[in-house]
């Protein structure tokens, strides 16, 4: 794997949050020798009140200009920053919608600031 994009995946993996866990598993590619299938995958498991939260989303990316010299490489590296700015939406979401259903039935007064 090219440099530019371990190192990427590597700083994605390392700015977690309070509660949150991000994994990067690599895998080689079944299609192509010398590329790469690539799973991200967000959670958090937390205590919210007396319920638990689960929140878990993950994508895959399969890498197509590791191995070949004619491909620009930079392109991986285009794709796995849109693949990680789309599941860090789909897990804020997820997140979002969990809060809400966990508090639906609770009263929650709000003061503005």
């Not at 590597?10 to 690539?38: C, M, R, Y």
């Not at 959670?43 to 009140?49: F, I």
């Amino acid at each position: 794997m090219r440099q530019d994009l371990k190192h990427r995946l590597i700083t994605w993996k390392n700015d977690v949050h309070a509660g949150e866990t991000k994994k990067v598993l690599v895998s080689d590619s079944p299609i192509q020798k010398g590329e790469f299938i690539i799973k991200l995958e967000k959670a958090m498991h937390e205590s919210l009140g007396n319920n638990k939260a689960h929140v878990v989303a993950s994508k895959k990316y399969l890498t197509t200009a590791q191995s070949a010299n004619q491909k620009d490489p930079a392109s991986d590296l285009y794709h796995i920053n849109r693949i990680i700015d789309s599941l860090d939406r789909e897990f804020d979401d997820k997140y979002d919608q969990t809060i809400n259903e966990t508090f639906k039935d609770e009263t929650v007064r709000f003061a503005e600031m």
